[in-house]
Structure formats: C-alpha cells, structure tokens
C-alpha cells in the first residue's frame, strides 16, 4: 500500500497533480496520440518552451527526449568526444558515467574523491578534453557540486564542452547557462513523474561537435544522434514513437511549477532541507554523511544511521513515511532524503518530527 | 476529443482495461517504486513470464525491456553483427531497419520489391550473413509475411540469426521460435498502451554472438548490451530505471489478454479482417492496397481511397471513428486501418457499416 510520504530518492513521491492530468489525457485521446500529428507538434512545443522558461534556459538552446539519463550519458559520450573525456568522480553514478565513456572506448580520465567529499577547487585537467562530465547532485551520497566550481571551467578549458549531469537536483539548482553546454536529468526524480522519460539539453556547440565527429567518419548513433535530435526538433517532432504521454505530462507538471512559481520552490526546497540538516546535526543517533556544510546537497539528504538503520526504518513506515535506503555500500547503515517539488513543507515537518522523537 | 474508435496503426486504440490498471497502480504506489526492490522484481517477473506464456514462446529466451522497436533496430544491429546483416525490404520500416545497419557502418545487403508486393518465395541470400531480417507485418503497407517464408532461413542458413520485427502484428500470429532466433514489438499497437515501452525477445545463440564480439573488441553498446541486460534480468532487473509503469501495465493487459485467451484473440483478429477485406474487394470507391491475398496482414489493413481519401476521413470522423492515415508518399491516397485486440468486434462492424454507406 502506498504511503503517505516516499522519500526515495528516484523513483520518488509523484507529484500531486499528476493523477488528474493522466485523467485528463485518457479523456482527450493522448494516449492514442500519433508522434507525427499536429497535435503531438503542439504538446512537444509546450513542454519545451515551457521547460526552457521554467528553468530559464537561452531561448536557443534545444531540448530532446531520450528513455533514461542513463541513455543520455551514452548518447552525450557518442556525440561529443572523438578521443578523451574528463569526469569528476564522488559517487556512483558519476563513476558511471565515467564508465560508459570506457565502454565506448574513449580515453576518459577523471579524479576520484571519497564519498560524501568535496573536490579541491582548482583541479588539474589537462588542456587536450573534449568533454568536462560533472555530476551536479551525486544521488549516490547527497554532494553537491558548487557553481563556482561547475563555472571556472569554461573560463580555464574554452575549447572543451561542459556538461552537466542534474538529474537528481533540477528544478531546483540555477546554473549559469552560459558557462554549460548541456545539462540532462530524468522526470521521475524533482519532476514527480513516473520514470521512462529522460530530457537532453543542448546547446549549438554540441550540435556542431557531432557534426564535426559525423564528418570525421565516427559512430555518434542512429536516430538519437544530436544531428537527427535537431532535425525533428525543427518539426516539433521526435526522431521515433517516443514516450508521449510522458512528454505530454512533463510539460503539465512544468506549468504547475510556473503557477506555483519557481523562487517559491526554491524557498520551500531550502526551508525543508534546512529543517531535515539541523536535525540530523543535533540528533542523538543520526548524523549528517556529509560533513562539509558548502557540498551539502539540497534535494537528496543523506543520514548516517549505522546499526539503527533497520529501527529507524520500521519505525517511519509505521507513520506513513518511506525513506530512502542507502546506496550500495551503505544500504545498511544510510538513509537517503528526497527533497523535491513533490514533497511537501508538512510532509518535511512530519519525517522531522518523526525523526526526532527516534532517541 | 477522443473518438468512439481509433484506428491509427500506432500509437492506437488504448486496450479498454488500461485506465483502471493505471488507477490500481496509483494506489499501489508503482509509479514512485523503486526499480532495484522486490516488488519491481515482482512485476518483472511477472510481465515475462506471462508475455511468454501468451506468445508460446520457449522458457529458455530471455525478455528484455527497451524504449522502443526503433531502439531494438539499433541494439540487435549493435549486438549481433560484426560485418554482415541481410534486409527484406517492403516498405518504410524495414528500410529504416536496414538504414540504421548502414549507419552503425555494417554491409548491410538487401532485397527490395516494390510496397504491397511479395517477395520471391525463394530469395538468393548470401551464405556468409550473420543475421537476417525480416519486418513481419510492414505498418506502412499491410504486407505480411508468410510464415514458411520466414521459417525457410534456420535450414538454409543455418549459421545466421534470424531476427523478425512483429512491431505491428503480435500478439495475433503464430512463429514457430525453433525457427527464429529474436523477436520485438512496440507496446503501443498490439497491446493497446501507451507508447515507451519495447519487448525484445532473445535466444541464447543471440547472447553468445555479443559476448563474442565483446570478446573481439567490438562495440556492442554499454548499459542495453545483451550481456549487460542478460546480467540483470537474471536478477528480474534492468539495467537503468525503465519505464517501470509501462513495464507493470504490459503485464495486466497480458493478464488479460490470457484469460481472455490468445485463441479467442486471434479468432476475433481473423473475423474482423475478413469484413474488411470483404468490404474493399466489393466496394465501388475503394480497394485493398495489397492486392495478393497470400501477404495480406490481418492486423494492419491498408485501402486505396485515391482522390476520395479526405471525404472519407471526414466522413468517418463525423461517425465518430478516427482511421489511419496513408503512410510517406501515399498519406493523400491511402488509409489505414488498425486491427488490433483493443478494436472490438463491433467497432469492426461499425467501421464496415460506415465504409459501405460512403458511395
């Protein structure tokens, strides 16, 4: 049975409209939906510039759809690096991304941090990288990269693209457009939605790259190569049958976010992680994993729990409430706070209030 | 707003049942489930087991998930040539199938006849091929093929693959899977769902030829490789976060699709066929594309309207049923008409009873 509040960290709670949007579109005959209609060319232009605005992204920059940004981390490695990649590692799904430039056969170097670490500031990257891969929000262990750090790149490595993994943080962070190339994240993490759709933003030095790599004889991919994204873009269109019904609830669930305003999700994001953090750092059994206060991420919290993980977990779903496990390793001794649009500032009173009377 | 019958050969008519899977699934909380616990191993189980209980398919294939057929026409290029694919070609999705071998730099051979048309029923295939391919059921033209011409090729070419694309024919016809090494389809035609979701169904020949052009140092892809899917499918996992939903709503209309009973289906499939064909072959203003009974598909059914084809569909729509329209050069000239499990008996009669009223 459903719980009252699910704090995983993706899948995660869904968002409160999205039931009634789905009625909606049974209704109106979106599921049916030809990928190659007007209709279907209207949808797919109000979710993007809907997106765009949302998150203020340059007009000219293009949004594709992709099933996963598992895919999107294989798409971006295909499309934008001939030979060598560079990947900044704090987690597990940075790392794989680093890896699946390894598959593909790339020359991708990185440098590596312990979980829940910060990296130094001024990190050595070599001049010769076609691609920066930094993972703003690491799921894994609830790191944030600083946008100082995300920035300092284009200024230091002006040939190299930069690009952004977001998946677990957008709506909520605000980059600086003009130092990122591209940036992707999934809808069923800040977005509320149920998983199977991915979302590519890139800019025109992306496009040409591909190009350029296409030119040179490289494989960069069939129909989601960024030459063929662009082509059915153009349409309003999308290279195959894509996930229409969550292209149509995407851009639902953005203009819910507009109404609301996005400065009052930020407020509301910060108000609840803020709660959440001064708990754990004065709680007698659980305490903040990450102890660097300038890398804490706003939007998955994670608690060191150690033998207590188990109790503390009974003891939430007994009040409605599903935490997150830890990741890998720490499955046993970690539990993991989602903190998207979809969770309530009563919700986040709740998980606190529960959480405080655990001694 | 949405018509008393939808036609289109996909996305199509959503199966009747599907809107009250979706509301069973809110409650249950699917769409915030987690893809590494045990109830979505639970629901991965389930949908494979009871998708290769419908199509008779043997226990030892493997189910895989995917995005979409168009994807699955990239990875089995991907994972299961090295150098050689061989293409029918009949019509606009088997040439995309062979256009995509070209693209991942393959020699991909082909024979083409003209859309509508048979192929010779004893083709000149190269021995040395590693896979054949053949489109079951060409959606852009209603061409099927017979199945002793597929089955010819394990006895012929015994060393090759056989891979067919059934997107638009499953769950009606019968294959015989000592014949055939791999099988797709898309969820949003004959199974009547949404779009975002493809099935692709291998053998464990197909799994042997990736892990030896691993082996040999070739590119098979990285997170939907057949080692790596095969890796977590032993687990009742996937590789990323799918389409968890989807996934989950394949295996109720499959369930349902069971008690209903794949005999009963295809009987209804045939019945259905029969008073449309009937109707074209004896009506004054439109014809059957197809002209060859032998390769007429039961499941997309394509009529010449020629210079009657927008007051047929004006007409048709008035009625409250929404036809498919032409596809690529014979949009103006053409309709399709979908023949799928979700599209009732009546709503055949209905669509025959309109067609003969219009002279």
Not at 27 to 43: C, D, M, Q, V, W
Not at 153 to 178: C, E, G, Q, T
Not at 284 to 308: E, W
Request: aromatic fraction near 12%; hydrophobic fraction near 35%.
């Amino acid at each position: 049975m459903k719980p009252f509040a699910h704090f995983g960290p993706g899948p995660s709670q869904i968002y409160f409209t999205v039931e009634d949007h789905l009625k909606k579109a049974f209704r109106e005959g979106i599921p049916s939906l030809g990928h190659r209609t007007k209709e279907f060319e209207a949808i797919f232009q109000h979710t993007t510039e809907d997106l765009k605005s949302l998150l203020e992204i340059p007009k000219e920059y293009y949004v594709f759809f992709a099933a996963s940004a598992t895919e999107i981390w294989e798409r971006s490695i295909q499309n934008l690096v001939a030979e060598r990649s560079f990947h900044f590692i704090n987690g597990a799904f940075s790392k794989r991304f680093y890896e699946i430039a390894k598959l593909l056969g790339k020359n991708a170097e990185e440098i590596s941090v312990p979980s829940g670490k910060a990296f130094s500031p001024n990190p050595d990257v070599r001049q010769n990288v076609e691609l920066i891969a930094l993972t703003h929000n690491e799921t894994s262990t609830g790191v944030s990269l600083p946008m100082n750090f995300i920035n300092q790149f284009r200024h230091n490595h002006p040939k190299a693209l930069v690009i952004v993994d977001a998946v677990s943080s957008l709506p909520y962070p605000v980059f600086d457009y003009s130092k990122i190339d591209s940036i992707f994240f999934s809808v069923q993490k800040g977005f509320g939605l149920p998983a199977g759709l991915g979302v590519w933003i890139v800019n025109e030095r992306c496009l040409t790259k591909a190009e350029k790599l296409l030119a040179d004889g490289r494989q960069i991919g069939t129909y989601h190569s960024l030459p063929f994204y662009a082509q059915n873009a153009k349409k309003n269109q999308t290279p195959e049958t894509p996930n229409v019904l969550g292209i149509y609830l995407l851009g639902k669930v953005v203009e819910d976010f507009l109404r609301r305003g996005i400065h009052t999700i930020r407020k509301e994001t910060e108000y609840k992680s803020a709660i959440l953090y001064q708990l754990l750092d004065n709680h007698p059994l659980l305490s903040c994993f990450v102890k660097d206060k300038s890398v804490r991420s706003q939007t998955v919290i994670v608690a060191d729990c150690k033998d207590k993980t188990k109790w503390i977990t009974d003891e939430l779903v007994k009040a409605g409430i599903q935490p997150g496990e830890g990741y890998g390793e720490n499955k046993k001794t970690q539990l993991r706070f989602a903190n998207f649009p979809a969770h309530s500032k009563e919700q986040y009173e709740l998980l606190v209030d529960s959480l405080e009377k655990l001694t």
